[in-house]
């Protein structure tokens, strides 16, 4: 059984481009939440996406969009990228009403913005 | 806005001292607490949680952490560490009913032998 998979592993980009993140969900869980997590700092949320649809948000500008398809794996969209949107990018699913104890976090994806 | 406080960065231990981590979150309400662990090379992974009830809570590999309310702490701890045990950990809270987790900056915990 699969646990949360994201790539790619790690990615650079400059400044201003667009950069997309992409998750899959461990077998079974149909709720995907992204977290950012900068050098020396704790997770921070993103959003979390169930049915496709966007259910909570964090304190992130509208630069930070995601996307969730049937098969309930997930994007995360980052337009007109800054240096400070260096971060670990973390994936972490969970079934829908489940608890935030049962969210289940992937190895992440490393960006750096150049 | 709610937030978590982790006192300790970095903390360095031998093998069989004990361990205290802090943790302190500011909200009023209701909160769901956790710790999470991120051994190297790893994946975040719960270590405990607590809801309600006891406010001492046991979690996996001997480690448990004390709720009080009244100081708005959750203070993780173990009776004696090992080699095994050096890892970042991460105090987090959320609010009921939603998944959204607010976590500290953690502490980078290391055991020597």
């Known amino acids: 059984d699969a646990g949360v998979t994201q790539s790619p592993t790690h990615l650079i980009k400059t400044r201003g481009q667009q950069v997309t993140l992409r998750c899959s969900p461990k077998s079974g869980h149909d709720t995907v939440s992204w977290y950012q997590q900068a050098l020396g700092q704790g997770p921070q949320f993103i959003f979390q996406?169930?049915?496709?649809?966007?259910?909570q948000r964090g304190n992130f500008p509208d630069r930070f969009s995601g996307h969730q398809f049937p098969n309930y794996s997930s994007e995360l969209n980052v337009n007109a990228l800054l240096l400070g949107d260096s971060a670990l990018y973390l994936c972490?699913?969970?079934?829908?009403?489940?608890?935030?104890?049962?969210?289940?976090f992937g190895p992440g994806t490393r960006l750096t913005v150049l | 806005a709610q937030s978590v406080s982790q006192h300790n960065h970095h903390v360095i231990l031998s093998e069989a001292a004990s361990l205290e981590l802090g943790c302190n979150y500011s909200?009023?309400?209701?909160?769901?607490l956790f710790w999470y662990v991120q051994y190297p090379g790893q994946h975040l992974q719960l270590l405990l949680k607590?809801?309600?009830?006891?406010?001492l809570v046991k979690g996996i590999k001997g480690f448990e952490a004390e709720f009080i309310k009244s100081k708005f702490s959750f203070n993780l701890r173990k009776p004696s560490v090992q080699w095994s045990d050096t890892a970042e950990y991460f105090c987090a809270v959320s609010r009921p009913n939603t998944d959204k987790l607010i976590f500290g900056t953690g502490t980078r915990l290391q055991v020597f032998p």
């Open positions: 972490a699913s969970s079934w829908v009403g489940a608890g935030p104890d049962t969210q289940y």
């Open positions: 607590y809801f309600s009830g006891d406010p």
């Open positions: 996406y169930y049915e496709e649809e966007e259910r």
């Open positions: 909200y009023g309400g209701t909160v769901n």
